[in-house]
Nanobody, 117 residues
Framework: QVRLVESGGGLVQPGGSLRLSCAAS????????MGWHRQAPGKQRELVASITSTGRTNYADSVKGRFAISSDNAKNTVYLQMYSLRFEDTAVYYCRRTEPMSDTDTWGQGTQVTVSS
């Protein structure tokens, strides 16, 4: 069983920065895809950014150039560095990990990011 623990959310002013972390533990395999999704009140959950174990990344258009996803495979941790935060980035951010070898799809508990002046 895979467990994901997120951290790093909080309150930040517009234009500020935050870094989210997602640490995976349990029965994990080397091959994976991990992503950050977010859900704002009254809106559907959306993919923000993803990264594979081979380093391939993907970003939503709304965050390109402002967010950067990275991974530390030795620590089984994925990061989301967020710059130039906007009001519309306010949401609960969820980490997700999928592993083709074990056919698992695991979500974290979510961490709140609030952009407010």
């Amino acid at each position: 069983q895979v467990r994901l623990v997120e951290s790093g959310g909080g309150l930040v002013q517009p234009g500020g920065s935050l870094r989210l972390s997602c640490a995976a533990s349990g029965r994990i395999f080397r091959a994976y895809a991990m992503g950050w999704h977010r859900q704002a009140p009254g809106k559907q959950r959306e993919l923000v950014a993803s990264i594979t174990s081979t380093g391939r990344t993907n970003y939503a258009d709304s965050v390109k150039g402002r967010f950067a996803i990275s991974s530390d495979n030795a620590k089984n941790t994925v990061y989301l560095q967020m710059y130039s935060l906007r009001f519309e980035d306010t949401a609960v951010y969820y980490c997700r990990r999928t592993e083709p070898m074990s056919d698992t799809d695991t979500w974290g508990q979510g961490t709140q990011v609030t952009v407010s002046s």
